[in-house]
């Protein structure tokens, strides 16, 4: 009696990126309302990568989201001490 094959269906690997990473930019932006005023303040910052080797791309991010949130929360900060008094 003949055996039966069965064609195995072979599932492509998925894409990969091939950029190189040059540069990172973040955007944050916060609102606050003092009395009946809403104030909005918004920090954007780019960073160039000189060279990818030796660089750590996810430490890179997550120190520029810190740079960028911090200065939005000095900007909140500075306006509530200006007008909230």
Not at 24 to 42: G, L, P, Q, Y
Not at 55 to 61: F, G, M, N, Q, S
Request: hydrophobic fraction near 30%.
């Amino acid at each position: 009696m003949p055996t039966k094959t069965t064609k195995k269906t072979v599932k492509p690997k998925p894409y990969e990126s091939k950029a190189i990473i040059q540069s990172i930019s973040a955007t944050s932006r916060a609102s606050i309302k003092v009395k009946d005023n809403f104030f909005t303040v918004e920090y954007q910052e780019e960073r160039i990568i000189p060279d990818i080797k030796g660089v750590d791309i996810e430490e890179e991010r997550r120190l520029l989201w810190d740079t960028v949130n911090a200065e939005c929360d000095n900007q909140i900060e500075e306006i509530s001490k200006t007008f909230k008094k």
